[in-house]
């Protein structure tokens, strides 16, 4: 079946734009999680969505980022006013019970 | 607050070795452990998962161990091939803020040289 995917793969904005970035989940997984891997940097997570509701936001490392889930499936991840050090990998995983499944990420350069 | 750190952070070996890459996580309150690959421009793919309760896993060439109290896992690869060069990252599950998410170390990168 299809894995996890996410769109678009490759972004390159200019400092100051707004960006969106979505996640696929594996259909039927409930679970979402959002992380960041920046150059040198582990990957650090983000958010993580139960259906449409998050009670974990504790990753997100400014009021500039914000995500939501719809229909306990896509999940869009909005960086507003870009930074150059928001420049990662942004991964987004899904989950039915103990194993996430990790999507390809979209490389994010801010210039 | 849930630390991973691995050890080395870049391991390079001739093909045909065993080889040993290490984890270490400060708290022991775990749920379990994931080894996972990362290949350049591409996701992760999950290697071996070991709950808290259990000692070791095993699939194929690879075998993960796991030292709960001492908080510790170890990666052992056999047999190296060229195909095994990747990154090799250890992550944790804790109950931490009632989230499910994973905590990363910052991975091995793996070079096998024919």
């Known amino acids: 079946g299809a894995g996890v995917s996410q769109s678009p793969s490759n972004k390159v904005t200019e400092k100051g734009k707004d960006v969106e970035l979505r996640c696929d989940p594996i259909s039927g997984h409930t679970a979402l999680y959002w992380y960041r891997q920046s150059l040198g940097q582990g990957l650090e997570f983000l958010i993580y969505?139960?259906?449409?509701?998050?009670?974990?936001k504790s990753g997100l490392p400014s009021d500039r980022f914000s995500a939501e889930r719809t229909g306990g499936s896509v999940s869009t991840l909005t960086i507003q006013r870009t930074q150059q050090e928001d420049s990662a990998v942004y991964l987004c995983?899904?989950?039915?019970?103990?194993?996430?499944?990790f999507g390809p990420g979209t490389r994010l350069l801010v210039l | 607050k849930q630390e991973v750190t691995q050890i080395p952070a870049a391991l390079s070996v001739p093909e045909g070795e065993n080889l040993v890459l290490n984890c270490s996580f400060t708290?022991?309150?775990?749920?379990?452990l994931q080894w996972f690959r990362q290949d350049p421009g591409k996701g992760l793919t999950s290697l071996l998962l070991?709950?808290?309760?259990?000692r070791e896993q095993t699939s194929g060439r690879l075998n993960a161990s796991l030292d709960k109290s001492s908080g510790r896992s170890t990666l052992y690869i056999a047999a190296s091939q060229p195909g095994d060069s990747a990154t090799y990252l250890c992550a944790v599950k804790s109950p931490q803020g009632g989230s499910e998410k994973l905590v990363f170390g910052k991975g091995t990168k793996l070079t096998v040289n024919p």
């Open positions: 995983a899904s989950s039915l019970s103990m194993l996430q499944y």
């Open positions: 708290d022991s309150a775990i749920y379990n």
């Open positions: 070991i709950q808290s309760s259990q």
């Open positions: 969505f139960q259906g449409n509701s998050a009670p974990d």
